[in-house]
């Protein structure tokens, strides 16, 4: 039985993830900033931990608690949709320290084991934003753009030692809470100068059919660890797969 460590596991992609592999008779550690074993079914292969990947000693009780792993999906994230202008350095920071610092550095706790054992995969959750940019999403995009670069560059370093890295690249999730997740970083609202924008993409948006479901990723990223001729970059949901086409 193969055990994964999961990123950001209270709700959203996190959330489907975890409970897709245990479906499928994984051993799931899904960690969360602060844990809740309700959202998830009771299971005796099931282990909740707490975990915030800012936080190097959070990083290495998780890691050392979760014991051997397999595989490690970097899912956590934090959001932010608001104009550069109406963005403060203190939340580009905040960003930045969770999608791309916080990636790297679970990452960089999980390699020495996998590097000695020979075997191992890492998904990176990322957004389709980093195909085709969108307005008022800059700091969120320019985070998870440095996530795939990161990810490109690890998988040629990591390949002499059987490990492998990938990237699975959702679109748009109104399922998820990255709406809600967004709020405290955006209080004091949009700049006026940018507000009829806001109003337009918003409402682009609410037309849209195409969209991407938790379950899309989870799919994605189950492939991305059991198959090896996977792309690197796998997108997850309706509108993503249309971005490849045009």
Known sequence: ?????????????????ARYFLDRDWKVVATMRTPREDVLPRSKHLSVLA?????PESIRRAVEAAGPIDVLVNNAGIGVLNALEGTSMDIAREVFETNTLGTIAMTQAVLPQFRQRKAGVVVNVTSTVTVRSLPLLSVYTASKAAVNAFTESLA????????????????????????????????????????????????EWEKS?????????????????????????????????ALLRT
Request: proline fraction near 8%; charge should be negative; aromatic fraction near 6%.
């Open 1 to 17: 039985m193969k055990t994964i460590l999961i990123t950001g596991c209270s709700s959203g992609f996190g959330l489907e993830i």
């Open 51 to 55: 975990l915030d990947v800012t936080d």
């Open 156 to 203: 040629l370093e990591l390949e002499p030692f059987n490990v492998r890295a990938s990237l699975v690249l959702p679109g748009r999730a109104p399922d998820t809470r990255f709406g809600e997740n967004a709020q405290p970083r955006m209080q004091d609202g949009f700049p006026e100068p940018y507000a009829d924008l806001a109003h337009r993409i918003f409402a």
């Open 209 to 241: 059919t195409e969209i991407t479901r938790s379950v899309d990723v989870a799919e994605a990223v189950w492939r991305a660890v059991n198959d090896p001729s996977a792309p690197g970059r796998i997108h997850a949901g309706a509108d993503a797969v």
